[in-house]
């Protein structure tokens, strides 16, 4: 192949692969827009049709729920709804919860202080489970974490097996997803440690942390072990686009996003579920749906991972 041509073809490449990770990551963000956030107005039966009127603006922005207050503040904990605005009392009062994605807790802050504001009444807010600055970090962050650690151990065990001739058996891969699923844990929980003393590191989240790494590192090894290194063109981008999507709320993403990446991607699971753990809400539906998902992909991955190889028949000498 001529040196022109082949300078020609590696242009291509490169702008293919940007305009690629561009539309799946930056366009996610640059495209975000509100649609549907759910929101509750929690009221008495005497100041219903307040709330209902309150309820008919917002357009397709907002999805509001007329409700009492104690099935609205049921509905926030279990992530029905991303904040609640009380009304009746000594005045209005918004409901946001620690557990709720920061940016789900940030619109919904946004919109009911508009619509308090709008009734002439400046809002208190109330904010249950209440998440530190390390708190709101933690659950994105571990997942990526997790998933770039046995990303790497995995690549390295196929291009050092390569390099020393390692034959990697069953027992080896089973082996590596162990180890660094227990090391990958201890990573993060150090950092848990470091970044917020408060942050709980008891079974349920240091269970649930070791849930995702076996996760992410059995479909890691499952890929690696079929497709070799070219599997890092699939492992590789998955660690910019998925954290792209999986930190927003999907109210926040354009459909197309939200249907094609944010739906399956098991940064979310993982996220979520890590958070409600993080948060005290260790019954939030996001917990059982992020461990049927995380154990699903762990067993599916596992099984890949030890399957035999298959060994070519000998053919008797004539």
Not at 57 to 80: F, Q
Not at 105 to 127: D, F, H, I, N, Y
Not at 279 to 302: C, R
Request: proline share 7%.
């Amino acid at each position: 192949m001529r040196p022109s041509r082949l300078l020609a073809l590696l242009s291509v490449a490169g702008a293919v692969v940007a305009a690629v990770l561009g539309l799946l990551t930056f366009g996610s963000q640059a495209s975000a827009r509100p649609d549907a956030v759910p929101l509750a107005i929690a009221v008495p039966d005497a100041l219903r049709p307040a709330a209902e009127k309150i309820a008919a603006h917002g357009g397709d922005a907002v999805s509001w729920r007329v409700d009492n207050p104690e099935s609205a503040r049921k509905a926030l904990a279990d992530k029905e709804v991303y904040g609640v605005l009380e009304l009746g009392g000594s005045g209005p009062t918004i409901v946001l919860s620690g557990a709720i994605n920061p940016q789900g807790s940030q619109v919904a802050q946004q919109v009911l202080t508009g619509a308090a504001a709008a009734m002439g009444s400046q809002p208190r807010v109330e904010t249950i489970s209440p998440a530190s600055t390390a708190g709101r970090t933690a659950p994105l962050a571990a997942s990526a974490l997790l998933w770039i650690c046995g990303l790497v151990a995995g690549a390295g065990l196929v291009v050092l097996g390569k390099r020393f001739a390692l034959r990697a058996t069953a027992a080896h891969r089973l082996g590596l997803i162990g180890g660094v699923s227990l090391a990958g844990v201890a990573v993060v929980a150090g950092f848990f440690a470091l970044w917020d003393s408060a942050l709980p590191l008891d079974a349920s989240v240091l269970g649930y942390l070791l849930l995702i790494a076996v996760a992410f590192a059995a479909v890691q090894g499952a890929l690696l072990r079929y497709l070799g290194i070219r599997a890092m063109a699939i492992l590789g981008p998955l660690y910019l686009i998925a954290p792209a999507v999986a930190g927003q709320v999907p109210e926040m993403l354009n459909p197309v996003y939200r249907a094609l990446l944010w739906s399956w991607t098991p940064f979310r699971f993982a996220a979520e579920g890590l958070r409600s753990l993080l948060q005290g809400t260790p019954n939030a539906p996001d917990v059982t749906l992020g461990l049927i998902v995380l154990g699903s992909i762990a067993v599916v991955g596992l099984v890949a991972v030890a399957l035999p190889d298959r060994v070519k028949a000998v053919q008797p000498a004539k």
